[in-house]
């Protein structure tokens, strides 16, 4: 990560902590590694995501229900999504720092810092050079050097998912031991060998199960295929629907860097869609462009957006993508769409003995159906709303001065503080009983704050940190006209309105209804 990046990346931690968004898990004892906890407007932030997601999923289609099923599974469940034999990351331990790394990521990094940046940078030059008339495209197609760059990358990806995909892992150290690729710790090349290692946690089981091990799940996925027979006889459903669920998931991420994108603990969004086999193609890409506009919708510039089509498929998937955002730290996945075919839904038949097949009264046949996924980390989406929320610009202080200001620009449907009710001057009781009243009027609506401690312009400046589409200001003429100030968080305009319409005002604004319409 570049320095300026870093910082950036940096100075959003921090934001994070002071303000109450995110806090180290059991900090006090000194932290547990990738594990955080949402403090008192993460969690509001954190829902607003959630609810938009599911009413996006639910509420707006006749065809998708919602299901919460329960964190353990049987453990034969995880054997029957092949999560027991390949839920594996390949890790290498540097022998001098004793730093352990994912030897994937090793190679990518590799990738992006030796090949890919040189390439950047030769495009830039040639943009500034070519001015107008430079086309990208063309130039990455014919460059020479650009060329040789790209067979290069090309060679070593196909190598290594070559390796991945057979388990034979012999490559990837030969690959690590070509490229020279040194710790970054250590600054040796001095490795251990590339192994599998599982990402699930485990623990002992109670009741029926007490000798086996129970599995924390490390999708949410599998709560949904395991329960597909239920909610069928049960939803009046035909095919193509989906299933909709948010959960918890567990994974015991090898390097666990990056603050909550990348969690051993984590929340999952994710939608089953069961279609008719052979339909897959069309719903995959139906799939792919929606959850493209769910994320445009919140002001997410398209830019800082992109597909990115897997080159290794998983064991169940014949088509997969990821929707990738570009994180402080570059473009990195935030979700994935993936065509899983009838793979779980057989599997689970084979295992279970139980027939999870669909009866289509159209085509009078029964047919296992073929599932297209999408899945969402609910945290990695936390952190690419705050990522691109989080601006510094100017504001004037009380002497008319600019200042420097920090501001959340989120989406108003999703900020966890809607509005933020302030008497000008907290001393005078009139207005502090005034501005009571209208906050205990308004709270019914939406989340409101009242803030009464320091000066205004302090204030105005804590609920920007926030991300506070409004503050209403009491003042004097509050009292003789019943009108207050409605400032806005991020043109800082303020306009006098009446009592009785900021209300209105404020909620039309906020409302969700904003976001889902777009879609
Ligand atoms: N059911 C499919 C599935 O789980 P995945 O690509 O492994 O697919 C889906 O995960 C999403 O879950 C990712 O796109 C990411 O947003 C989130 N996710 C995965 N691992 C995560 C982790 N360790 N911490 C935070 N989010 C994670």
Known sequence: MAKQEQNVFQEIVSHCKKLGFVYQSSEIYGGLSAVYDYGPYGVLLKNNIKQYWWKSMVQMHENIVGIDAAIFMEPT????????????DPLVDNKDSKKRYR???????????????????????????FGDSFNKE???????????????????????????????????????????????????????????????????????????????????????????????????????????????????????RQFIF?????????????????????FYEQWKEARMKWHLALGTPADKLRYHDHEALAHYADMALDIEFEYPFGFRELEGVHSRTDFDLSSHEEHSGKKLQYFDPELKESYTPYVVETSVGCDRMFLSVLSQAYQIDEAPDSKGKMQQRVVLRLHPAIAPIKCAVLPLVKKDEALTNKAREIFNKIKYSFECQYDEK???????????????????TIDDQTLEDNTVTLRERDSMEQERVAVEAVERIVQQKVDMRVLLQQL
């Open 138 to 256: 063309e130039y990455l197609a014919t460059d020479k050097r650009t060329l040789d760059r790209q067979a290069k990358i090309d060679a070593i990806l196909s190598r290594m998912n070559n390796s991945l995909n057979t388990g034979d892992l012999k490559d990837i150290d030969a690959l690590i031991a070509e490229l020279e690729i040194a710790c970054s710790v250590s600054g040796t090349k001095n490795w251990t060998e590339v192994r599998q290692f599982n990402l699930m946690f485990s623990t002992q089981g109670g009741g029926a199960t007490s000798d086996d091990v129970l599995y924390l799940r490390p999708e949410t996925a599998q709560g949904i295929f395991v329960n597909f027979l239920n909610v069928l006889n049960t939803s009046r459903q035909k095919i193509p629907f989906g299933i909709a669920q948010i959960g918890k998931a567990f994974r015991n991420e090898i390097v666990a």
């Open 77 to 88: 469940v995880w054997k029957a999504s092949g999560h027991v034999d390949a839920f594996n």
């Open 454 to 472: 320091d000066s205004v312009g302090k204030r105005y400046r804590r609920q920007d940190e926030l991300g506070t589409p409004y503050c209403i």
């Open 103 to 129: 030897a994937d990521h090793l190679i990518e990094e590799y990738i992006e810092s030796k090949i890919q940046k040189k390439i950047d940078k030769d495009v830039a030059k040639a943009a500034k050079r």
């Open 262 to 282: 990348r969690m051993r603990e984590f929340e999952q969004m994710e939608m089953q869609f069961f279609v008719r086999p052979g339909e897959q193609k069309q």
